[in-house]
């Protein structure tokens, strides 16, 4: 199957599969301009691998993931296009930076955002040299969903976490108003805390600067 063809028998899988009584419920949640089919995230996700079953050329794959993002008319062909990066032949690898850069940056919200997000962290653990570097950069971006990133690309690495990586970028971001920004760093410290708990109560003791949102997450679990 070519990847227009793969991209083809996605959108079919997906139409087959909406629900119009479902979708403008889930466009309202999602605050989103780009209208839904009505297909639920699991559907959405279970349907992509299935038609993707088989296919194990990197390129095609990137190809489809790119396609679907870049033409997608509703919100599904973008969850599709996630999926895709999740499938083994594209993952952890640095020829995918730019394209969850873009997908980051164009996505703009936390159903996009924080998936991909998930697919930068495996690149993170493969190459953490350049990737670190690359996280150091994007925690003073201008964007703030590329900051949102580079704060929660290490969740549930437990004692692979990066330390010195995830304080800065928190203490990049430590002032900003932003809500979810402010709910990324508390997730973080959180999620870390569940390995190392003593790390967190000092970190948060150490930083009295820390918005309320991001204290009550990060020591949720810790009282």
């Given at each position: 199957m070519t990847a227009a063809e793969l991209v083809d028998a996605i959108r079919v899988s997906l139409r087959d599969a909406a629900n119009p009584l479902?979708?403008?419920g889930q466009q309202a949640y999602m605050k989103s301009a780009m209208p839904f089919?009505?297909?639920?995230?699991?559907?959405?996700?279970?349907?992509t691998k299935q038609a993707a079953r088989g296919s194990g050329d990197a390129d095609e794959l990137r190809e489809?993931?790119?396609?679907l993002w870049r033409e997608a008319t509703n919100r599904e062909e973008r969850y599709a296009a996630t999926t895709i990066l999740s499938l083994r032949p594209l993952r952890a690898r640095l020829d995918m930076l730019d394209l969850y850069e873009e997908m980051i940056r164009v996505g703009a919200w936390w159903d996009l955002v924080d998936e991909v997000s998930a697919r930068l962290g495996e690149?993170?653990?493969?190459?953490p040299v350049e990737?670190?570097?690359?996280?150091?950069i994007w925690s003073a971006d201008d964007d703030v969903w590329i900051r949102r990133a580079s704060i929660?690309?290490?969740?549930?690495?437990?004692h692979d976490t990066d330390r010195e990586l995830l304080s800065i970028a928190i203490e990049s971001n430590i002032d900003d108003t932003e809500f979810f920004i402010r709910k990324a760093i508390g997730w973080a410290l959180r999620e870390y805390g569940k390995t190392d708990a003593h790390w967190v109560r000092a970190?948060?003791?150490?930083?009295?600067?820390?918005s309320g949102l991001s204290k009550r997450e990060a020591l949720k679990h810790l009282s």
């Amino acid at each position: 199957m070519t990847a227009a063809e793969l991209v083809d028998a996605i959108r079919v899988s997906l139409r087959d599969a909406a629900n119009p009584l479902l979708a403008p419920g889930q466009q309202a949640y999602m605050k989103s301009a780009m209208p839904f089919l009505g297909v639920k995230v699991p559907t959405v996700r279970a349907l992509t691998k299935q038609a993707a079953r088989g296919s194990g050329d990197a390129d095609e794959l990137r190809e489809v993931a790119q396609t679907l993002w870049r033409e997608a008319t509703n919100r599904e062909e973008r969850y599709a296009a996630t999926t895709i990066l999740s499938l083994r032949p594209l993952r952890a690898r640095l020829d995918m930076l730019d394209l969850y850069e873009e997908m980051i940056r164009v996505g703009a919200w936390w159903d996009l955002v924080d998936e991909v997000s998930a697919r930068l962290g495996e690149v993170l653990i493969a190459h953490p040299v350049e990737v670190t570097q690359l996280m150091l950069i994007w925690s003073a971006d201008d964007d703030v969903w590329i900051r949102r990133a580079s704060i929660i690309c290490q969740l549930r690495r437990k004692h692979d976490t990066d330390r010195e990586l995830l304080s800065i970028a928190i203490e990049s971001n430590i002032d900003d108003t932003e809500f979810f920004i402010r709910k990324a760093i508390g997730w973080a410290l959180r999620e870390y805390g569940k390995t190392d708990a003593h790390w967190v109560r000092a970190f948060v003791d150490a930083h009295p600067e820390l918005s309320g949102l991001s204290k009550r997450e990060a020591l949720k679990h810790l009282s």
